[in-house]
C-alpha cells in the first residue's frame, strides 16, 4: 500500500508574519512565535528588521490613499518589526486565524489582537500582528522582506 507522499518543499504552504513595532516594543514577539509553534506550524525565517519607507510602500501598496495609510507607515517606522515565514498546510488562513480581525476591540478572545491588543486612541489600529492574507500575497510578501529567501 502507498504511504502518502510527504509533501515536497515547493508544496508546504508560507506566509509572511509580522511582528508590529507596538509587539516588538512590548515584549511579545517571542508570544506570538509561541502561539505559531503550539498551532503546529514551523519557522522558516525569522528577522528583526527596520523597515524603510521604500519597503512598506512596497508591502502596503493597496492601501496606498486611504486615510489611514501615512499614519500606518509612520507607526511602521517607529520602531523594529519581527518578521517571520511559518510554514504548514493551511497556515496562511490559519494564521489569520490565529490573529483575529483587524480592529482590536472587535477581536475575539483567543486570537493575538483579542487577547493582547486594544485601542490606543490613535489614528491608526496598532493591532500587533500582520498575516499575508493569499498565496499571492505571502509570495509577494515575502520577497519583499526576505529577498533571496
Ligand atoms: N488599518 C487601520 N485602519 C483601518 C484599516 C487598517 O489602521 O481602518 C491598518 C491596520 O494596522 C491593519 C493594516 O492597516 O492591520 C492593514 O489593513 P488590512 O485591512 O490589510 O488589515 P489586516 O489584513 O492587517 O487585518
Given at each position: ?5 510527504a509533501?515536497?518543499?515547493h ?39 527596520q ?15 486611504k ?40 477581536a ?42
Amino acid at each position: 500500500t502507498a504511504m502518502p507522499a510527504a509533501p515536497d518543499q515547493h508544496d508546504v504552504e508560507r506566509t509572511l508574519v509580522l511582528v508590529k513595532p507596538d509587539g516588538v516594543r512590548r515584549g511579545l514577539s517571542g508570544e506570538v512565535l509561541r502561539r505559531i509553534e503550539a498551532k503546529g506550524y514551523t519557522l522558516a525565517a525569522v528577522e528583526l528588521k527596520q523597515a524603510t519607507t521604500e519597503l512598506l510602500a512596497a508591502h502596503y501598496a493597496e492601501h496606498e490613499g486611504k486615510p489611514f495609510y501615512a499614519p500606518l507607515v509612520e507607526f511602521m517606522l517607529s520602531g523594529p518589526t519581527l518578521a517571520v515565514v511559518a510554514e504548514g498546510q493551511g497556515v496562511i488562513p490559519g494564521f489569520r486565524s490565529l490573529a483575529g480581525a483587524t480592529n482590536p476591540t472587535e477581536a475575539a478572545p483567543g486570537t493575538i489582537r483579542g487577547d493582547l491588543g486594544r485601542d490606543w486612541g490613535l489614528k491608526v489600529q496598532q493591532n500587533l500582528v500582520h498575516g499575508s492574507d493569499s498565496p499571492e500575497s505571502a509570495a509577494r510578501e515575502i520577497g519583499l522582506w526576505f529577498p533571496g529567501l
